[in-house]
Each structure stands twice: as structure tokens, then as C-alpha cells.
């Protein structure tokens, strides 16, 4: 039982930190809205898109690692289960970026 909430919470924490990256400053209407409220130059602008879309590689790389480490020490009866769990962490994290008219495809991850 403590494994598994383990399991669950690391789960959310990294995806709760890739939904607040994606909600945040990162790409698209987020660099204008941070552009805007601290006055950033056109050339701080885009230095500050591209820091945010290197952490979005690093933290999708990141739970791709967390997920291959997990699913090592399951059975395959939690595996199924997990693979579940994250299909719909995916579905819930597409569905906010849908609701923010970004555009972007979930890529299940």
C-alpha cells in the first residue's frame, strides 16, 4: 500500500509539474502574457520560450524514465493498471491544453 502511494504520488507530482509548464509561460499565448506583464524585449522573449520548451523536453524525458522505473517493478496486472492511469492523465492533461486554445495535440504522455 505505501509502494503504491508512492507510486501515485510521484505520478502526479511530475504531472502536475508538465500541466503547470504547459499552463504557464511556456509557448504561444503564455510568452505573450509573460511578455507583457514583466516587459520583455523581443530578444528576452525569445530566450524565455526557448528555456520553457527545453524544460518541456527534459520533463517529458523525465517521466518517460519515471514510468519505464516504475512499470520494472510491477506485475503485469499493476502494469495494465498503470497504463491505464497514465492514458488518463493524458486524456485530463489534453483536455486543459484544449481548454487553453493552444491547439495542441495530447501526446499521451
Given at each position: 500500500m505505501?509502494?503504491?502511494l508512492i507510486i501515485t504520488s510521484l505520478v502526479a507530482l511530475l504531472g502536475a509539474s508538465a500541466?503547470?509548464?504547459?499552463?504557464?509561460f511556456g509557448g504561444g499565448k503564455g510568452?505573450?502574457?509573460m511578455?507583457?506583464?514583466l516587459g520583455?524585449?523581443?530578444t528576452q522573449a525569445v530566450q524565455v520560450d526557448s528555456i520553457m520548451q527545453d524544460q518541456q523536453v527534459r520533463m517529458k524525458a523525465l517521466r518517460e524514465e519515471t514510468n519505464q522505473r516504475i512499470q520494472a517493478l510491477l506485475t503485469p496486472e499493476q502494469s495494465a493498471k498503470f497504463q491505464q492511469m497514465e492514458q488518463q492523465r493524458g486524456e485530463r492533461q489534453g483536455n486543459r491544453m484544449g481548454r487553453q486554445g493552444n491547439g495542441d495535440a495530447p501526446d499521451g504522455n
Open positions: 505505501k509502494k503504491a500541466v503547470m509548464a504547459d499552463q504557464g510568452i505573450d502574457r511578455k507583457t506583464f520583455l524585449s523581443d
